[in-house]
């Protein structure tokens, strides 16, 4: 097959006795017996901490949501935060799925699978904040648009509290099919080296009884491109949308027209930096360093120095915007932002988004494992921050003075905050166990252009010694000779 | 060509270890005149539905209309609500507020689309849970390409043939694989 990488390429795929049933054994053997100690270790802790979540949340409902911190002028605070915080932890899944691919990114194929995964784990801990702060819960389902017996009586169309359940439950549908259409070739792969017949079984259901015809390859290759077609708006649409949530509103330091995308760059940030902080302890725990590569790592790396970047220029417009408006209020809630009492929060974001990505810029720490790790969990923190300081620090100075407010959280709000956490990490372990985390069928596909073993066979790079002759030749006979005879070398070649 | 037609159960598989020795290999063989009955491949190879003679997919086409239905659903639907069902004054605003209704109808079409093309993909290519397909060889989702042969109606010389076939063209193993049933139980 006619496949031309450039030489200059990092491979993705790296040891040199790669095959395609390497690559099968590599990663399905995650799946097959006894999951090791320090997997165990993970998840009796994550499940431990999901479980305290879960009693933190019975709890809610049990006494209602006054045992939250919330008060009347600080009437949005943790929750939201950390909807908005999970929200955009859940759009690198299918950035990195659906922008790469229509980009034709190789490097995504190595990571891919697991940052889908993560997505539909970080949406499902990001749903649980609005349905619970409803109050009454068995209720929710009221924000569906449906007939009922309450006379005609309608959700409404025209709040972005609305758009947010329409975005989100298409969001977490779109993003679940993608994911599992992208399994089933792998499942069966799985299947077909299964040793025993229940295993068998599972892994048969699981795959939809693949087989791999050329029909269904071409049908599959089809349905990948559209669906990343549709993800593509659909990701900048939800985090657009959730911004809306703040953006249409009559509130000082929300009401403003750079949200939109400054909220979707904040998004792929904090999307990354978790893919980051879950790809560098997959590659350890599973033993992937081989597919999850320091190309792949520096390459998000170089997308979170970007979207850091664009973030910073974001939070400077917006005070400069506020100090250039002649606004009052404007100007207040952005001087209160900085300098008032919640001032640790904002110096922290300004912190860990704006100043500590800036040192990948240094090609040396954007490619240590170390430092790649230590910064995904500075930008993790820095992006719970920046949505803690729109949220809480423009609600707690009301209008009236009188109404002026402190926000602290509660025992039960750190609780599930913290429990969600847990449920993440205990879905993404489960997910890691019984899955495979890596695309096979999309790691092998690239194997021929992308490995270091096809690296090694393909025909050595243009020869370029008859080039540096003429070159050398010129020098003593003249420059514009020289010239000549370089193209005319090159061409030869 | 059809992708897992029941019609016959008699089949020689070869096996090929490299695409391009696949690729090539189908082009020799059509070009002789035998009918390939399927090729199977543990990831998508490209440039094989031309040499197969798959006619492209129209998968894509299904998703456009999808998408179309749930745009058509959306606006019908808050059209209905908004403006007759339950026309609620709000500000002094028009009932029917086009520009406020666009998130809702976008996620509508993008909703309809992807589930709509989904659920297309998962019927033309029979899947679904607990399906038993007939496995030709367990390594074809591995390591190994495969095309196979339907000889429940091929004579003696026309089977030596395609095997002779198969093996000049670097297949790296000729089986041949007999199913008893319709519905093949997982071996």
């Not at chain 1, 994550?46 to 919330?70: K, M, P, Y």
């Not at chain 1, 092998?444 to 050398?472: C, G, N, T, W, Y």
């Not at chain 2, 297949?171 to 041949?176: F, K, L, M, Q, R």
Request: aromatic share 16%.
């Amino acid at each position: 097959m006619s496949v031309y990488e450039s030489p200059l390429r990092e491979a993705l795929i790296l040891g040199d006795d790669k095959n395609y049933s390497k690559i099968t054994d590599d990663i399905v053997r995650n799946t097959e017996g006894r999951p090791p100690l320090r997997w165990w270790i993970a998840f009796v802790i994550s499940a431990a901490t999901a479980l305290f979540g879960v009693f933190c949340l019975a709890w809610t409902v049990w006494f209602g949501i006054g045992v939250w911190g919330l008060n009347k002028t600080v009437d949005w605070a943790w929750d939201i935060t950390n909807f908005v915080w999970w929200i955009g932890i859940g759009h690198a899944g299918t950035l990195i799925s659906a922008v790469l691919l229509l980009f034709r990114q190789k490097w995504r194929t190595g990571i891919n699978r697991a940052a889908e995964a993560m997505t539909i784990f970080a949406v499902v801990c990001a749903g649980l904040f609005p349905i619970f702060h409803m109050g009454r819960v068995w209720m929710a389902f009221f924000i569906f648009p449906y007939p009922n017996t309450r006379g005609p009586l309608w959700v409404n169309f025209t709040s972005p509290l609305l758009w947010d359940v329409f975005a989100i439950s298409t969001y977490f549908t779109v993003s679940l099919l993608f994911w599992y259409s992208g399994l089933m070739p792998d499942f069966a792969t799985i299947r077909d080296r299964a040793k025993t017949a229940r295993r068998k079984m599972i892994y048969n259901v699981l795959s939809f009884g693949w087989m791999g015809t050329a029909k269904q390859w071409q049908r599959f290759e089809s349905l990948s491109l559209v669906l990343a077609g549709l993800s593509t708006p659909l990701v900048l649409s939800v985090h657009t949308i959730v911004s809306f949530d703040f953006a249409t509103s009559v509130i000082p330091g929300w009401h403003t027209t750079i949200f939109p995308p400054y909220f979707v760059a904040g998004a792929i940030f904090s999307g990354f930096a978790m893919v980051q902080t879950l790809m560098l302890i997959t590659r350890k725990l599973f033993s992937l360093e081989d597919y999850i590569t320091p190309a792949h790592l520096e390459s998000m790396n170089k997308v979170i120095v970007l979207t850091g970047s664009i973030v910073g220029v974001a939070y400077i417009t917006e005070l400069v915007i506020a100090w250039y408006s002649g606004y009052l209020y404007e100007q207040y809630a952005f001087y209160n932002r900085a300098l008032g009492p919640y001032k640790w929060a904002y110096i922290s974001m300004m912190t860990c988004n704006v100043l500590s990505p800036q040192v990948f810029w240094f090609k040396k720490i954007r490619t240590s494992v170390f430092w790649s790790f230590v910064l995904s969990i500075f930008v993790n923190v820095g992006m719970w921050f920046e949505r803690f300081v729109i949220i809480v620090t423009s609600l707690h100075r009301d209008f009236l003075p009188s109404s002026w407010n402190y926000f602290t959280p509660t025992w039960v709000d750190m609780g599930i905050y913290v429990g969600t956490i847990g449920i993440f990490f205990t879905l993404f372990l489960l997910f890691a166990r019984t899955f495979p985390v890596i695309a096979i069928a999309e790691v092998k596909a690239i194997f021929r252009s992308s490995s270091e073993v096809s690296r090694a066979q393909m025909s050595a790079p243009l020869d370029f010694s008859d080039v540096h002759h003429a070159e050398e030749h010129g020098h003593s006979g003249g420059g514009a000779h020289a010239t000549v005879q370089h193209n005319k070398n090159f061409n030869e070649q | 060509m059809s992708a897992s037609s029941l019609d016959y159960n008699k089949f020689v598989v070869g096996l090929y270890d490299h695409e391009a020795t696949l690729l090539k290999a189908i082009k020799k063989i059509r070009s002789n005149g035998v009918e390939i009955h399927d090729a199977l491949s543990p990831f998508p190879v490209h440039g094989i539905d031309p040499l197969l003679g798959l006619k492209d997919t129209r998968i894509h086409t299904a998703g456009f209309f999808f998408g179309m239905t749930g745009t058509t659903v959306g606006l019908s639907l808050i059209t209905f609500i908004a403006k007759f069902n339950y026309p609620m004054i709000v500000g002094g605003k028009p009932h029917w507020a086009i520009p406020s209704y666009i998130p809702v109808i976008f996620e509508m079409t993008v909703l309809y689309a992807a589930v709509g093309m989904v659920l297309t993909y998962l019927i033309r290519n029979k899947l679904w849970p607990g399906r038993v397909p007939r496995i030709f060889d367990k390594r074809t989702t591995d390591h190994l390409f495969a095309l196979t042969f339907a000889i429940d109606e091929k004579s003696e010389a026309d089977i030596t043939k395609i095997k002779s076939l198969l093996t000049e063209t670097g297949a790296i193993e000729v089986n041949t694989k007999e199913f008893h049933d319709t519905d093949e139980p997982l071996s």
